[in-house]
């Protein structure tokens, strides 16, 4: 069946280094895409979106890139913090009332 | 800024026993959402509820569930008889509508737990 997943189930990167966390998408009829970041014991919390008719946006130290080509999804978090460290899941949907499908998460760890 | 809210923040209940998780999602939201995670898991999709109808639903969402908006401000996940495996977060979601407004913002989960 169609499915979002992650790559890495967990990224380890120092302080003030750059981070990359990937997602592969199977649905090519996937419209939407959304990055959220999960802490400890809350829910997801809305990191930053894009549509299909885009390749690139960004945001206040994130930059979400989408190849539709290879159905592929960054997150790109520049000069990580300590408050950086969580679950990241990629999710995919069409918007409206449809449901989002998540994968699996990456744990970012973030090194002093 | 608003946000969703859920209560309670943790539920126990026994096998079989009925609960109600409760939601108030951000105030001029039209689409409502319910979400659960078991423990170490991804996020699934239970249900999407738009005009006061389902709109959308997944295999999880059986007749066990069910889904209500009683009035203005709330929105109701009840499952009938419990089982163990229902034991996960509950996250209730809302978004606007149109384009531009299909964020989902998510509430802060309610534990359930299932003895």
């Known amino acids: 069946g169609e499915s979002v997943g992650l790559h890495l189930p967990t990224l380890s990167v120092q302080e003030g280094d750059n981070s990359i966390i990937n997602c592969a998408y199977s649905?090519?009829?996937?419209?939407?895409f959304i990055w959220y970041k999960q802490e400890s014991g809350k829910g997801p919390q809305f990191i930053i979106d894009?549509?299909?008719?885009?390749d690139k946006r960004q945001g206040q130290r994130v930059t979400v890139l989408l190849n539709k080509t290879v159905k592929h999804l960054s997150l790109q978090i520049a000069a990580t913090q300590p408050g950086d460290s969580a679950v990241y899941f990629c999710?995919?949907?069409?918007?409206?009332?449809?449901?989002?499908?998540f994968g699996k998460g990456t744990h970012l760890i973030i090194q002093p | 800024e608003p946000e969703v809210t859920q209560t309670p923040s943790h539920q126990v209940t026994q096998m079989g026993q009925e609960v109600i998780l409760r939601c108030v999602p951000i105030?001029?939201?039209?689409?409502f959402y319910w979400y659960r995670q078991i423990l170490g898991q991804k996020v699934e999709f239970l249900v999407s509820?738009?005009?006061?109808?389902?709109?959308?639903k997944s295999e999880i969402f059986d007749d066990q569930f069910s889904v209500e908006r009683p009035d203005g401000s709330n929105f109701t996940l009840k499952i009938r008889s419990t089982k163990l495996e229902d034991s996960a977060m509950y996250f209730c979601?809302?978004?606007?509508?149109?384009?531009?407004?299909?964020?989902?913002?998510f509430g802060p989960g309610t534990r359930l737990t299932v003895l």
């Open positions: 979601a809302s978004s606007g509508e149109g384009h531009g407004t299909d964020t989902q913002y």
């Open positions: 649905n090519s009829a996937s419209d939407y």
């Open positions: 894009i549509r299909s008719n885009m």
């Open positions: 999710a995919e949907g069409g918007g409206g009332a449809d449901g989002l499908t």
């Open positions: 105030s001029n939201h039209l689409y």
């Open positions: 509820f738009y005009n006061n109808e389902i709109s959308e």
